[in-house]
């Protein structure tokens, strides 16, 4: 069974900094684009971060522009990492893994939700003093 999942969440004052993860497995010799979404309580999932299978080609949303680093494991295939440094409360939400299957090209890597295939649990960032 194809599974993606993230770990590393949790709880930080403001300005602080977080690193999430998130591995998949079950998946063939191939590495996918894969990306970092959100959700916030009473809000749509939103877009944060995503990298193509070579690691190349990196898209950011412009509100974590600056703050949030977006890394893959050359090494280990489909293993991506999220650094968030200068955490702000409306950072908050639930952060999940994607992965688009479709995207093998190098640089290949997309922004909508719609173009990713499986999705982790989530794992819960919480931004409060």
């Known amino acids: 069974e194809v599974q993606l999942v993230e770990s590393g969440g949790g709880l930080v004052p403001p300005g602080g900094s977080l690193r999430v993860s998130c591995v998949g497995s079950?998946?063939?010799?191939?590495?996918?684009?894969m990306g970092w979404f959100r959700q916030a309580p009473g809000k749509e999932r939103e877009f944060v971060a995503a990298v193509s299978p070579s690691g190349a080609v990196k898209l950011y949303a412009q509100s974590v522009k600056g703050r949030f680093t977006i890394s893959r494991d050359q090494h280990t295939g489909n293993m991506i990492y999220l650094q968030m440094n200068n955490l702000k409360p409306e950072d908050t939400a639930v952060y999940f893994c994607a992965l688009d299957r479709h995207a093998v090209g190098a640089s290949e890597v997309q922004d909508g939700a719609d173009d990713y295939d499986y999705w982790g649990q989530g794992t819960q960032v919480t931004i409060s003093s």
């Open positions: 079950k998946f063939d010799r191939d590495i996918y684009a």
